[in-house]
């Protein structure tokens, strides 16, 4: 049964298993029988994507999984199983446009590997499949000339400046915690963590030689798994403020961002926008459970680990109970500020993925904040440029100031909103949002933020 843009998961998965099952007869010439009766064959792909067309017990599968690629149709229905990030991102974009996304998240070897998926049959690309709108083409323009100007390359004075706040910070705590001045100890170390955390998303996003090498420093000194982080902010990134599918929405039943029905809500709700920052506070022991979680449910043994020696470092160094603990909840509360007031106030989308395109999508759902003094704009992390991060999350992110009157530009030349505020206002905005929120009444029917209509949350992956 089909929901929206893609098929429920019991079906997707019925329509994954064992779809190729090669003829027992060894007599039989795979090319020829696909040649003589190609309906009797079907597409088996490998994690390169590289496919062959073999044939198949009963006949080949009326489902097809196709997406749209640079103006491409293509057949993925063999190659689900073999994405190596999941077949679930196959699910999410199937009859969908994925160009932006590919173009996102993706290496230039990956890029390369398009070219061997199988085209869509005509019969199976959507009928009523939108066309390309202008500002997209425009946008694929722009990023085709950021890309010939060097826009992503990393520069390596900049790479190590960034390194050496994260590491000043650090030592600055650990002397702290030495001389016995616990308080000042812990707020070091949280803002430490933080930076580290900052430092690891970018490289985790970013594509070359450094952010590969660079890979494990999330786990190694921000104790976070870049398996479960890429899996959780890149459909994120992708589908941001789509109700059900972006993980950063499902922070019920601790603040609710939209009036919900009564089976999701709970007295606390009307005091949310006066207890915000407690939950808030916790993202990061969250994360760090999640990600332990994820490396030993997965086992991922290298990633597990790096976390081990993550925490045999920080409990050599730091006493648990006055150090790490309240280090812990500031981080938590710094890095939730800074990342939530860019979202929660903006545009959400309540009835499935890909109703309105990649670009205009970001514009609307995304702010940017100024910062007042260069403390705030170290503490952000770039992440005040949250706008040309969404649209560009590959590119460093010290190349982010020079992008702004660039996307502010290209906003403005097509009709879409560049919404951006001062450092207090953004602030100011949210807490208001969640003021308005807990004086709503609820609301019969009011969407979920949970649902498993399109992809599992990471952590239960």
């Not at 990030?85 to 998240?105: L, P, Q």
């Not at 933080?194 to 490289?203: E, F, N, R, V």
């Not at 952000?380 to 502010?408: C, D, W």
Request: a neutral charge; proline letters at 6%; aromatic letters at 10%.
């Amino acid at each position: 049964m089909r929901v929206g843009t893609g098929y429920q998961r019991g079906s997707i998965a019925r329509a994954a298993k064992p779809l190729i099952r090669r003829f027992s007869s060894a007599a039989a010439d795979p090319s020829a029988v696909c040649d003589e009766d190609p309906e009797k064959c079907d597409w088996e792909c490998k994690e390169d994507a590289s496919c062959d067309l073999v044939p198949v017990a009963g006949s080949r599968k009326k489902e097809r999984l196709v997406v749209r690629m640079d103006d491409r149709w293509v057949d993925l229905t063999g190659w689900r199983n073999a994405h190596p990030a999941g077949a679930h991102w196959i699910d999410v974009y199937d009859k969908a446009d994925a160009t932006e996304v590919m173009h996102a998240f993706h290496s230039d070897a990956a890029h390369q590997m398009l070219s061997r998926l199988p085209a869509a049959r005509p019969e199976d690309v959507p009928k009523d499949a939108p066309e390309v709108t202008p500002h997209t083409k425009a946008f694929r323009e722009l990023r085709a000339k950021l890309m010939a100007e060097g826009w992503f390359k990393r520069n390596p004075l900049m790479e190590a400046a960034t390194l050496s706040g994260w590491a000043a910070t650090f030592t600055a705590a650990a002397l702290a915690a030495h001389a016995g001045r616990y308080g000042l100890a812990a707020l070091l170390l949280g803002i430490s963590n933080t930076s580290a955390g900052w430092i690891a998303h970018d490289y985790i996003h970013g594509r070359g030689r450094w952010p590969s090498l660079m890979r494990g420093f999330g786990e190694l000194v921000g104790g976070m798994s870049a398996t479960w982080w890429s899996d959780k902010h890149n459909m994120h990134h992708a589908l941001t403020n789509v109700v059900g599918v972006d993980e950063d929405l499902m922070v019920d039943p601790a603040l609710w961002l939209w009036a919900p029905d009564a089976k999701n809500d709970a007295p606390a709700r009307k005091w949310q926008h006066l207890y915000w920052w407690a939950p808030y506070s916790l993202l990061f022991a969250i994360w760090r459970i999640d990600s332990i979680k994820v490396a030993f449910k997965r086992k991922l043994w290298g990633e597990a680990a790096r976390l081990g020696l993550h925490y045999a470092a920080l409990f050599a160094l730091f006493p648990a109970v006055p150090v790490l603990l309240p280090a812990v909840f500031v981080s938590g509360l710094l890095t939730a500020t800074i990342v939530t007031v860019s979202h929660v106030s903006d545009d959400l989308y309540f009835d499935g993925p890909h109703k309105v395109d990649y670009v205009e999508s970001q514009l609307r759902s995304t702010r940017d904040f100024e910062c007042s003094n260069p403390l705030f704009e170290y503490l952000s992390g770039g992440m005040n440029y949250q706008v040309e991060h969404h649209l560009f999350p590959t590119m460093p992110r010290y190349k982010y100031p020079a992008l702004v009157p660039i996307i502010k530009q290209f906003a403005a030349d097509h009709g879409l909103p560049y919404k951006v505020d001062g450092d207090v206002a953004i602030l100011k905005r949210t807490v208001s949002h969640l003021q308005n929120v807990a004086r709503l009444p609820q609301e019969p029917g009011a969407a979920s933020s949970r649902s498993d209509q399109w992809v599992t949350p990471a952590a239960l992956r």
